[in-house]
């Protein structure tokens, strides 16, 4: 594997931007990226972004359709370096966490799980409830990472956008991405 790979799933939770962002500065740090995105992502990309699935796609090296659960990342030989949901719906969450791969995204993730490979989830919803909270407890104790886009307001930060950058850097390093930098807190 000359570049990391690097799986990135899109679904309908609020939050898209952390999506593209993602794929976007994985570009620019010399992943080859592979996305799924869902329908409802589809539309939720659409209606938070102004972007089409053919924009979307256009961010990534390549693009998989969720019905395609025969493409090569759907398989534990095709070595990844790890996968991002972002953002997570819940019920993205209760597939993974009971196994329910019906489609390329859910599938992936079981086969990121287990291949012991890195799978970060960008959950977004709030309040949780007690399956929400479960299931995060399930992929955990799997193996999974549970980071929901929560802003670190100590940065001082001016603009949503540099919100979702740290965002970004701070799971694209904690894949271990080369060149991913993340603010670090430096102290008071």
């Given at each position: 594997?000359?570049?990391?790979?690097?799986?990135?799933?899109?679904?309908?939770?609020?939050?898209?931007?952390?999506?593209?962002?993602l794929?976007?500065?994985?570009r620019?740090?010399?992943?080859?990226?592979?996305?799924?995105?869902?329908?409802?992502?589809?539309?939720n990309?659409?209606?938070?972004?102004?972007?089409?699935?053919?924009?979307?796609?256009?961010?990534a090296?390549?693009?998989?359709?969720?019905?395609?659960?025969?493409?090569?990342?759907?398989?534990?030989?095709?070595?990844t370096?790890?996968?991002?949901?972002?953002?997570?719906s819940?019920?993205?969450l209760?597939?993974?966490?009971?196994?329910?791969g019906?489609?390329?995204?859910?599938r992936?993730?079981?086969?990121?799980?287990?291949?012991?490979?890195?799978?970060?989830?960008?959950?977004?919803?709030?309040?949780?409830?007690?399956?929400?909270?479960?299931?995060?407890?399930?992929v955990?104790?799997?193996?999974a990472?549970?980071?929901?886009?929560?802003?670190?307001?100590?940065?001082?930060?001016?603009?949503?956008?540099?919100?979702?950058?740290?965002t970004?850097?701070?799971?694209?390093?904690?894949?271990?991405?080369?060149?991913?930098?993340?603010?670090?807190?430096?102290?008071?």
């Open positions: 594997m000359n570049r990391p790979r690097l799986v990135v799933g899109i679904t309908g939770a609020t939050g898209a931007v952390y999506g593209s962002q794929l976007q500065r994985a620019e740090l010399g992943a080859e990226t592979h996305l799924i995105v869902t329908p409802a992502g589809v539309l990309v659409h209606h938070e972004l102004g972007l089409d699935r053919k924009a979307l796609e256009a961010l090296d390549y693009a998989h359709s969720p019905a395609d659960v025969g493409a090569c990342i759907a398989s534990g030989s095709f070595a370096a790890a996968m991002v949901v972002a953002p997570c819940m019920k993205t209760a597939a993974i966490a009971h196994g329910y019906d489609n390329l995204l859910t992936a993730a079981d086969v990121t799980l287990k291949e012991r490979r890195r799978l970060v989830l960008m959950v977004r919803e709030t309040p949780f409830n007690l399956a929400h909270l479960r299931n995060m407890t399930a955990t104790e799997m193996g990472v549970v980071f929901p886009p929560l802003p670190a307001f100590y940065h001082r930060p001016v603009s949503v956008a540099e919100l979702v950058a740290d970004v850097e701070r799971v694209l390093a904690l894949i271990g991405l080369d060149g991913a930098q993340p603010r670090a807190w430096t102290g008071l």
